[in-house]
């Protein structure tokens, strides 16, 4: 499982997380399942969808990118929407390539792409991880 070094951990300053520690080598990865985006969702989980999806594009833009060590969870609420398989979707493969799709990303947190007031995540200027200090064995 690729692990993408420099990715936020999770949401600052709360319990949503975007990526994983280790994979799971008994059940394999956990398959990516589509989530509906209710109009009557919390703040706080819509500032995680922006979050997650800022990160993807600050650090994949618009090229393919490897699942490897992203939540299966947080990846549910995008996928099919702003988050594209590339290829024939396997959703429970560490190795899946997906591709933001920045037009639906744009339509749908138009927030996100603002030039004047982007939102502040409260990503770290060094962007370091709370997780980056395990061995490559990912423990």
Do not use: C
Not at 22 to 34: D, L, S, V, Y
């Amino acid at each position: 499982m690729l692990k993408h070094r420099g990715f936020p951990g999770r949401l600052p300053g709360t319990d949503f997380q975007f990526v994983i520690r280790r994979e799971n080598r008994k059940k394999g990865a956990t398959p990516i399942t589509r989530r509906e985006r209710f109009r009557d969702r919390k703040h706080a989980d819509r500032k995680a969808d922006a979050g997650f999806l800022a990160a993807l594009i600050t650090h994949f833009g618009d090229e393919p990118f490897e699942r490897g060590n992203l939540d299966a969870g947080r990846l549910g609420w995008l996928i099919g929407r702003e988050v594209k398989p590339v290829g024939e979707f396997d959703p429970a493969d560490y190795e899946q390539l997906l591709q933001v799709d920045l037009a639906a990303a744009e339509a749908s947190f138009p927030e996100i792409f603002a030039k004047d007031n982007p939102p502040d995540f409260g990503w770290d200027d060094d962007g370091e991880n709370d997780w980056e200090d395990d061995d490559e064995d990912g423990r």
